[in-house]
């Protein structure tokens, strides 16, 4: 049966390509981004700065309205600002943490009563290994991902019982515009266990099974998906 998926930050990268693997599996995807552009086949594109409160309560509604209640929510959108923390100014760090979480708990927010009220639904929140290893110039990112993970684990006590799940996929590396200018990309690549960057891919796989049933008693986790680069942390 199709779901209904909305996905944050579906024009490109990791959010492009969890967008085109639910298309492909049938189900009904909205995709917010910014521009407004997202892969061919999604129902509904909509036009979202997520860091907006009152854009994305709109945008959801929006959603609903037209496709019913969120089945799955993948809350994808995020931007980084790097900088040395004693020079980081007030507005990279806001800008970072807008996006990145004061974003995600407006997107979970609006479309928990649907999924509440359905008794049913995943959220999935893309987090980082940032907050989990220590990334120099990105204290506003990890402070923001790491964020993310309090948000799942709290909302997934919140509404456990109502049939929702609440999970962080933490990527690694992933070969996308975000990575494409990384500083020591390749002193860093040779850290990893399996010897590689990850693909696109490689995440919307998780985030499939994340929202399958496949996962239904899984819940308040975070999986790494990082070629071992962060395990045991
Ligand atoms: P990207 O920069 O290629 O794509 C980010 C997407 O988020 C774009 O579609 C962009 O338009 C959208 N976006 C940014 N600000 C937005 C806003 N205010 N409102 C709505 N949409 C907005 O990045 P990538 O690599 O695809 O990253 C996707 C997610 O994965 C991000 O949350 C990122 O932090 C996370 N991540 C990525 C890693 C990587 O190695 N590429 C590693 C760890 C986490």
Redesign the pocket.
Known sequence: MSRHVIV?????????AIAQSFIDGGDTVVS????GTAPEGCATTLA????ESETVTAAVKTAIEAHGPVDVLVV?????NDGLAMRMSDEQWRSVLS??LD?AFYCARAALSSMIRNRKGSIIF?????PFYGVPGQAN?AAA?AGLVGLARSLAREVASRGITVNVV??????????SDVAGLEAMTSLIPMGR??Q?ED?AGVVQFLASNHSRYLTGQVVAVDGGLAMGL
């Not at 944050?8 to 492009?16: D, F, K």
């Not at 917010?32 to 521009?35: A, G, I, L, T, V």
């Not at 979202?48 to 860091?51: N, R, S």
Request: charged share 15%.
């Open positions: 944050t930050g579906a024009s490109r990268g990791i959010g492009a917010f981004s910014r521009s979202v700065d997520v860091a994808n959108a995020g931007i980084t996006v990145n974003g893309i987090g980082s290994i940032s990112y991902k933490a990527p690694g590396f992933i070969d996308t515009d975000m990575t960057t990850g696109v995440i």
